[in-house]
């Protein structure tokens, strides 16, 4: 893997502009991105309503 590889396989998800519009400077504030608040949130999920 080339240093510059990103470490896991990029996604595509359809969002609404506001919604990422909104998503992506709550990220900035908390000094993240939106792909980190994302994994979370879906590390969040899968926590919550067990892994099958």
């Known amino acids: 893997m080339?240093?510059?590889q990103?470490?896991?396989?990029?996604?595509?998800?359809r969002v609404p502009d506001k919604v990422w519009?909104?998503?992506k400077k709550k990220a900035?504030?908390?000094g993240e991105s939106v792909?980190?608040?994302v994994r979370?949130?879906?590390e969040d999920?899968?926590?919550?309503n067990g892994k099958k």
């Open 6 to 13: 990103p470490r896991t396989p990029g996604r595509n998800i």
């Open 21 to 23: 519009k909104d998503a």
């Open 2 to 4: 080339s240093p510059n």
């Open 35 to 37: 792909s980190d608040a």
């Open 28 to 30: 900035e504030e908390n």
């Open 40 to 42: 979370r949130c879906l």
């Open 45 to 48: 999920y899968t926590k919550k």
